[in-house]
């Protein structure tokens, strides 16, 4: 079982839609990063949030981390090709200070 | 470029073999984290150094061990090697003995057939 479960697992969809990919978790977090990974390559981070109910933007993406820190969202707007990859989520556990990643959900846009 | 390099990008070997993936962190960085992705397991955490100590271990195996070097390059050594160990490994780097923000290298794929 994962401590992060992230949904869903895959999503195909056509350039310009838009899409929510979700994080949770029954345990806190202290900070909750979001990677890309493409094909071949290793994850890049995107973004880290903090604060409990902390939105960030960058450009087309909205990161967003739950109230109580056990949970976010990702939410990509008129999605596009260059999106395709593999997100994932990880934790930074409110004790012990290990970062932990969920399984991922694998992003295809199609043009 | 994350600035994290890996090498070998690929290995091919065989069952009961012993390989050795080194990982050179980001100028500056302490910590090296290992890391083993494959399709059903997901990026599962093995181990951590900093600055040349253990700091944390995961889901590693005994027939696997790391260290960190004075330079802070690191190696995973892999050994007895069966086919389910065939997976990417990555090694991520940062800055403090902390799990924060990680910068991965581009990973070494692994074959043992």
């Known amino acids: 079982t994962q401590l992060l479960e992230q949904s869903p697992q895959f999503l195909s969809i056509q350039e310009g839609e838009n899409l929510t990919v979700y994080c949770n978790s029954s345990?806190?977090?202290?900070?909750l990063q979001w990677y890309r990974q493409e094909p071949g390559e290793g994850p890049v981070l995107l973004v880290t949030?903090?604060?409990?109910?902390e939105v960030k933007k960058l450009k087309r993406l909205t990161f967003q981390f739950g109230d109580a820190r056990k949970d976010s969202s990702l939410h990509i707007t008129a999605a596009q090709p260059g999106d395709t990859g593999l997100y994932l989520c990880?934790?930074?556990?409110?004790?012990?200070?290990?970062?932990?990643f969920g399984a991922g959900t694998i992003l295809r846009v199609k043009s | 470029d994350s600035g994290v390099t890996q090498t070998p990008k690929h290995l091919i070997t065989a069952t009961g073999q012993r390989v050795t993936l080194r990982c050179s962190p980001r100028?500056?960085?302490?910590?090296v984290y290992w890391y083993q992705q494959s399709l059903d397991q997901g990026l599962q955490f093995l181990i951590h150094?900093?600055?040349?100590?253990?700091?944390a271990k995961g889901n590693i195996l005994e027939r696997f061990s790391a260290q960190q070097f004075p330079d802070l390059h690191s190696e995973l050594n892999l050994s007895s090697l069966e086919l389910g160990d065939s997976a990417l490994y990555f090694c991520?780097?940062?800055?403090?003995?902390?799990?924060?923000?990680?910068?991965f290298g581009q990973g070494t794929r692994l074959t043992v057939v």
């Open positions: 150094y900093y600055n040349g100590e253990e700091r």
């Open positions: 100028s500056g960085d302490l910590s």
């Open positions: 990880a934790g930074l556990r409110q004790y012990g200070n290990k970062l932990v």
């Open positions: 991520a780097s940062s800055s403090s003995g902390e799990d924060t923000e990680a910068f």
């Open positions: 345990s806190v977090f202290s900070s």
């Open positions: 949030v903090v604060t409990g109910g």
